[in-house]
C-alpha cells in the first residue's frame, strides 16, 4: 500500500494539474457533442499526467500529414475506382497498417504508454481506443466521418453511411477489418465467456468525447495500480471527476484514496456520497464495512 506521503507529493502538485486539465480539455469533452477533437483531447491528457512538454500542435499536425498521404493515394486511384466508403477504409487500413505498420500491442497490452496517444504515433503500437482515436484523425484528415464506439472491453470506429442506411464498423486494433455482426458477437464472447451476451445496437452506439476520455482515464487507473504508480492514480482519478463529478467510481476511488491518506473524515464524506449515488453498487457492502470500520474509529 502507498505511504501517506507519497500521496501527499501528487496532492501538493494537483490543483494545477487539474486547472491546467479542465482549461486544455475538459471545457470542450463536457459542451459539445463534435468527437472530431478526440486526438487532441488526448494528447492534452498524456501531457497533464507524464509529457509536460508535449508538443500538441506538432503532433496534431504529424498526424493530419498521414491524413494527407492518405488523400493523395485515394485521388490517384479515384479516376479507376469510385470513392466508395469501403474503398476509402481499404485505403486507410493499407496506410496505417502496411505501409505505416501500425499494429495491436498483445505483448504488453497493459503497459500505459499504450495510453499515451504521442507513444503510440512514435511507437507505432498500441491498445484499441488509442488506435481508434487515430484512425477516426486521418479519416477526419480526407473528410471521411467516422465516429468512437465504445464496444464493451474493445474499442471500435464506425461509418454511418448517407440517409442513415446502415453503418460500417471498424476494428483498428485488428488491421481495420470490417466487422459484422457475426464478428461482433464473436469478440463480445470471446471477452465475456459462457455468459451469452446478446450483441444490441446499444453496444455499438456513438461514443461521447466525455466516454471516451473517461475510458482512457479509467485504463490508466488500471495500469498505475498494478504499477503502484499512486500518485498519477491519483491525478488520474480526479481528470475522470473533472470530466463528471459524479462518477461512482472515481467517487468511490477518491474516498478510498483519502482513507489511504489519513483523511478519515473527508473520506467518510466521499464514501457516503459513492452509496448515494449508486447504492445498488456489487461492492456496497464492502463500502459499508469501511464507513463503519471509520465510524468506529472516531468513536474510540
Same mark, same amino acid.
Given at each position: 500500500?502507498?505511504?501517506?506521503?507519497?500521496?501527499?507529493?501528487?496532492?501538493?502538485?494537483?490543483?494545477?494539474?487539474?486547472?491546467?486539465?479542465?482549461?486544455?480539455?475538459?471545457?470542450?469533452?463536457?459542451?459539445?457533442?463534435?468527437?472530431?477533437?478526440?486526438?487532441e483531447?488526448?494528447?492534452?491528457?498524456?501531457?497533464?499526467?507524464?509529457?509536460?512538454?508535449?508538443?500538441?500542435?506538432?503532433?496534431?499536425?504529424?498526424?493530419?500529414?498521414?491524413?494527407?498521404?492518405?488523400?493523395?493515394?485515394?485521388?490517384?486511384?479515384?479516376?479507376?475506382?469510385?470513392?466508395?466508403?469501403?474503398?476509402?477504409?481499404?485505403?486507410i487500413?493499407?496506410?496505417?497498417?502496411?505501409?505505416?505498420?501500425?499494429?495491436?500491442?498483445?505483448?504488453?497490452?497493459?503497459?500505459?504508454?499504450?495510453?499515451?496517444?504521442?507513444?503510440?504515433?512514435e511507437?507505432?503500437?498500441?491498445?484499441?481506443?488509442?488506435?481508434?482515436?487515430?484512425?477516426?484523425?486521418?479519416?477526419?484528415?480526407?473528410?471521411?466521418?467516422?465516429?468512437?464506439?465504445?464496444?464493451?472491453?474493445?474499442?471500435?470506429?464506425?461509418?454511418?453511411?448517407?440517409?442513415?442506411?446502415?453503418?460500417?464498423?471498424?476494428?483498428?486494433?485488428?488491421?481495420?477489418?470490417?466487422?459484422?455482426?457475426?464478428?461482433?458477437?464473436?469478440?463480445?464472447?470471446?471477452?465475456?465467456?459462457?455468459?451469452?451476451?446478446?450483441?444490441?445496437?446499444?453496444?455499438?452506439?456513438?461514443?461521447?468525447?466525455? !466516454?471516451?476520455?473517461?475510458?482512457? $482515464? @479509467?485504463?490508466?487507473?488500471?495500469?498505475?495500480? /498494478? %504499477?503502484? =504508480?499512486? *500518485?498519477?492514480? +491519483?491525478?488520474?482519478?480526479?481528470?475522470?471527476?473533472?470530466?463528471?463529478?459524479?462518477?461512482?467510481?472515481?467517487i468511490?476511488?477518491?474516498?478510498?484514496?483519502?482513507?489511504?491518506?489519513?483523511?478519515? !473524515?473527508q473520506?467518510?464524506?466521499? $464514501? @457516503?456520497?459513492?452509496l448515494?449515488?449508486?447504492? /445498488? %453498487?456489487? =461492492?456496497? *457492502?464492502?463500502? +459499508?464495512?469501511?464507513?463503519?470500520?471509520?465510524?468506529?474509529?472516531?468513536?474510540?
Amino acid at each position: 500500500m502507498p505511504a501517506a506521503k507519497d500521496l501527499q507529493v501528487a496532492a501538493n502538485n494537483l490543483d494545477s494539474l487539474i486547472s491546467d486539465w479542465k482549461s486544455s480539455a475538459v471545457k470542450d469533452i463536457i459542451s459539445s457533442d463534435d468527437t472530431d477533437r478526440l486526438a487532441e483531447h488526448a494528447l492534452h491528457l498524456a501531457r497533464v499526467l507524464a509529457y509536460p512538454g508535449l508538443d500538441i500542435a506538432g503532433t496534431l499536425a504529424m498526424i493530419d500529414s498521414m491524413g494527407a498521404e492518405i488523400e493523395q493515394i485515394l485521388k490517384k486511384s479515384a479516376a479507376t475506382i469510385p470513392r466508395r466508403p469501403t474503398q476509402i477504409i481499404e485505403k486507410i487500413n493499407e496506410y496505417l497498417f502496411n505501409i505505416q505498420k501500425f499494429k495491436p500491442n498483445t505483448d504488453d497490452y497493459y503497459n500505459p504508454l499504450n495510453s499515451y496517444l504521442n507513444v503510440v504515433i512514435e511507437r507505432k503500437t498500441g491498445i484499441p481506443i488509442t488506435l481508434a482515436i487515430l484512425y477516426l484523425r486521418v479519416a477526419h484528415a480526407v473528410n471521411f466521418r467516422m465516429y468512437p464506439v465504445g464496444f464493451p472491453s474493445h474499442f471500435l470506429v464506425k461509418h454511418v453511411l448517407e440517409d442513415n442506411s446502415g453503418e460500417i464498423i471498424v476494428d483498428p486494433f485488428n488491421g481495420g477489418r470490417i466487422m459484422d455482426d457475426y464478428s461482433l458477437k464473436g469478440l463480445l464472447d470471446q471477452t465475456y465467456p459462457r455468459q451469452n451476451i446478446p450483441l444490441t445496437h446499444a453496444l455499438v452506439e456513438k461514443a461521447t468525447s466525455a !466516454q471516451v476520455m473517461t475510458r482512457m $482515464l @479509467n485504463n490508466l487507473k488500471g495500469s498505475y495500480y /498494478e %504499477a503502484q =504508480d499512486m *500518485d498519477r492514480y +491519483l491525478i488520474a482519478n480526479e481528470m475522470v471527476l473533472a470530466i463528471d463529478q459524479y462518477n461512482p467510481d472515481a467517487i468511490r476511488d477518491k474516498g478510498v484514496l483519502l482513507l489511504k491518506s489519513g483523511d478519515s !473524515q473527508q473520506a467518510l464524506t466521499v $464514501l @457516503n456520497m459513492y452509496l448515494e449515488i449508486n447504492p /445498488e %453498487a456489487e =461492492d456496497a *457492502d464492502e463500502i +459499508l464495512d469501511i464507513i463503519r470500520q471509520i465510524r468506529s474509529g472516531a468513536r474510540q
